[in-house]
């Protein structure tokens, strides 16, 4: 879907700045590793309140930076999933303009919470805006499904049922919010690696995994906001995976359902442990306890289900 080449000098714009969203998998259903070395899955998302922003301002040469806690591990070159996301949007709509991407990163690096595939919803919308490609939702959505299985959902936020590898999107009908805290592990885990773990554990055992289907309480808990019915339908089949890997995470859910959690499931391919709390007052319970007992080194509370990718500032916002 490339667009007629049109040359773009640099043009003085001002920046365009986009917020986009962490995301919890409350249901993550994970079948057989198909020919193309992705999983068939069946995941139910939900958009939660921690987001990182992301500025695209034209510039002489394309660079990215990043700023935030615990930022190490984050690449500041053309391997970063923004910096690829803008050159695929640039190439789509035929454009030739050197860009600076900033990330004000708050969603916890390999934390299996989207960080990246967040930023990388942020910069096709912000892209398509500074630029003014024209792409519509489909067409963005396009380039986050070659971009990575999460980032179509960071760009529509909200609640929906991911299949194939997690692209392929259906909304969902939810009632109200529901209170997380997040608590992050030390040491950070590769997506790869865990289904690939996964993958090993089946073998070991001798088994296929099932198809993935969508638990439908899950659905009836989302459409009632009811947070004790919610607890009790949270699983992910990668969660086996990630406590192999990592044992350690088998104590810090421990200390959340001890701290009054109602629920405790690894977030996506983990380290990250998702806490389902009752109310906004169980949450901050929640939340100081796990900080006070040192479990944790990054406790957050958070909201859901928030708006995916969005302008924050943009030249015709101003
Ligand atoms: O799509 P994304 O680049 O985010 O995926 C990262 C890695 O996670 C893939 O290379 C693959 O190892 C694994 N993955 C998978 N099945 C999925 C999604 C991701 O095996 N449905």
Same mark, same amino acid.
């Given at each position: ?7 773009? $000098?640099?043009?003085?714009? /001002?920046? #365009?700045? #986009?917020?986009? =969203? ?6 993550? $259903? ?17 958009g ?22 615990h ?26 303009? !050197?860009?600076?991407?900033? %990330? ?22 912000? =892209?398509?805006t ?6 519509? $939702?489909?067409?963005?959505?396009? %380039? =986050? ?6 980032v !179509?959902? =960071?760009?529509?936020?909200?609640? /929906? ?14 009632h ?23 993958? $090993?554990? *089946? ?8 198809? !993935? ?32 890997? *990592? ?7 421990? /200390? ?30 929640l939340? %100081? /306890? ?29």
């Amino acid at each position: 879907m490339t667009r007629s080449l049109r040359a773009v $000098r640099p043009t003085g714009k /001002a920046p #365009v700045t #986009v917020r986009a =969203c962490a995301k919890v998998n409350l249901d993550l $259903r994970v079948g057989a590793r198909r020919p193309d070395g992705y999983h068939e899955l069946s995941s139910v998302f939900l958009g939660v309140g921690l987001h990182d922003d992301v500025t695209v301002t034209p510039a002489k040469r394309w660079s990215l930076t990043v700023e935030g806690k615990h930022i190490d591990a984050v690449p500041t070159d053309e391997t970063n999933l923004a910096w690829r996301a803008a050159v695929a949007v640039a190439e789509v709509g035929g454009v030739d303009e !050197p860009l600076a991407i900033h %990330i004000a990163k708050n969603i916890p690096v390999a934390g299996g919470m989207a960080g990246g595939s967040a930023d990388a919803a942020a910069t096709v919308l912000g =892209c398509n805006t500074l630029w003014e490609v024209g792409l519509d $939702r489909s067409e963005m959505l396009s %380039i =986050c499904a070659r971009l990575g299985s999460d980032v !179509p959902f =960071c760009l529509t936020g909200g609640v /929906a049922v991911g299949r194939g590898r997690g692209e392929q999107l259906v909304p969902v009908l939810s009632h109200g919010s529901f209170h997380f805290v997040f608590a992050a592990s030390e040491t950070g885990l590769s997506t790869p690696a865990v289904y690939a773990e996964y993958d $090993r554990l *089946h073998e070991a055992s001798g088994t296929r995994p099932d198809d !993935p289907t969508l638990n439908p309480d899950l659905l009836v808990a989302l459409r009632s906001g009811d947070a004790y019915a919610l607890a009790r339908t949270l699983h992910n089949d990668l969660e086996g995976a990630a406590l192999s890997l *990592h044992p350690q995470l088998g104590e810090l859910m421990e /200390a959340g359902i001890e701290f009054g959690a109602l629920a405790g499931i690894v977030s996506g391919s983990g380290p990250t442990v998702a806490f389902l709390a009752a109310d906004q007052e169980s949450a901050l319970h929640l939340a %100081i /306890a796990l900080t006070a007992s040192g479990t944790s080194r990054q406790v957050r509370h958070t909201v859901g289900p928030v708006q995916g990718a969005h302008l924050v500032t943009s030249a015709g916002r101003r």
